[in-house]
């Protein structure tokens, strides 16, 4: 074959290739094509999903009673509701700082069975900082538990009526004032000759709790969050400090502090401080009073540091 008959033989099978390729051109654009729509359509199925997750949880979080919103659940939830809050008198102040935080019933999930963790005086972690007491409420299925927590301003506790200060809002057992905590000595039990920080303000209680109710909601208190209430629960806080965790594992140890062995009256009702939970029945700590016995002082707790005290 010349040169001319070779020219025209390669000539020719590159056209055929570039032909072959040209032709195969607009089927792969096809399906890469096809793929960013199929990549599309997956992008807007996952972002509807998403969509529908979160309506689902706005849902949800509007469903829930108005507790929730001004504290955070900590997974805690009960089929029935915690016994009546027991009566019983506030151990003096142990020292300047410390900041009364009320007894409470807590559940023990490995039991079954609420246990009371008793009320008990902590030093306050940070200058300036309350206690928000935890309370149970009802959550529309079962009794769930809030948490306390540590802040600048006393939050919702449920309107329960803890006594001592804590008599369905806010705090009255004192303040802060440049640097110090002073005590208002109408509702704390406090050694006038240790403690000179006070102050005497008379507090009218209205949130008279005759049957000492424990919970929120479902036949208890029922009381909603105020605007300061729930700005105080979005605020810088904390939850319990080491002290009170120690604390309530105390509690939960001791078996004579379980709702089904104490019927309601726990034999250790309050600490001076953390630790003074001891295995056994305390022998010169405060116990858990009746009614009539409630009846004879004609008090409530924390009305009055001096009735409270003879009450003893």
């Known amino acids: 074959m010349g040169n001319s008959g070779l020219r025209k033989v390669l000539f020719w099978d590159e056209n055929h290739r570039s032909g072959r390729c040209n032709s195969e ?4 654009q096809k399906i890469k094509k096809d793929e960013r729509a199929e990549g ?43 016994p009546e809050l027991p009566v019983y008198a506030q151990p003096i102040c142990p020292a300047e700082g410390y900041i009364w935080t ?9 039991d079954e069975d609420y246990y009371w963790v008793p009320g008990t005086w902590v030093l306050a972690p940070e200058v300036g900082f309350l ?18 927590y540590w802040g600048p301003v006393v939050g919702f506790y449920g309107g329960i009526n803890y006594g001592y200060g804590y008599f369905g809002r806010g705090y ?18 406090i050694n006038v000759t240790e403690i000179h920080n006070m102050y005497n303000t008379r507090v009218v209680n209205n949130n008279v709790n005759v049957t000492r109710v424990s919970y929120h909601g479902n036949g208890g208190v029922n009381a909603r969050p105020t605007p300061q209430e729930q700005t105080a ?51 010169d700590v405060p116990k858990a009073r009746s009614g009539a016995a409630e009846a004879a002082t004609k008090t409530r707790p924390g009305t009055s540091a001096d009735a409270a005290a003879k009450a003893r």
């Open 25 to 28: 051109r607009p089927h792969l």
């Open 40 to 82: 599309r359509k997956m992008r807007l199925a996952n972002a509807i999903r998403l969509l529908v997750a979160a309506m689902a949880m706005l849902a949800l979080t509007s469903a829930l009673p108005a507790p929730a919103t001004a504290q955070v659940s900590v997974g805690i939830s009960v089929g029935f509701p915690p």
């Open 102 to 110: 009320p007894g409470y019933w807590a559940w023990d999930p490995d």
């Open 131 to 148: 206690w928000t007491p935890g309370y149970w409420a009802w959550g529309g299925t079962a009794f769930v538990f809030y948490e306390g």
């Open 172 to 189: 009255e057992g004192g303040r802060w004032d440049g640097g110090r905590f002073y005590y208002n000595r109408t509702v704390n039990n």
């Open 233 to 283: 629960a979005r605020q810088r806080h904390i939850g319990p400090v080491a002290p009170q965790l120690q604390h309530i594992q105390a509690a939960r140890s001791n078996r004579e502090l379980r709702a089904s062995a104490n019927h309601g009256k726990p034999p250790i009702a309050a600490t001076q401080s953390r630790p003074e939970i001891p295995e056994g029945t305390g022998k």
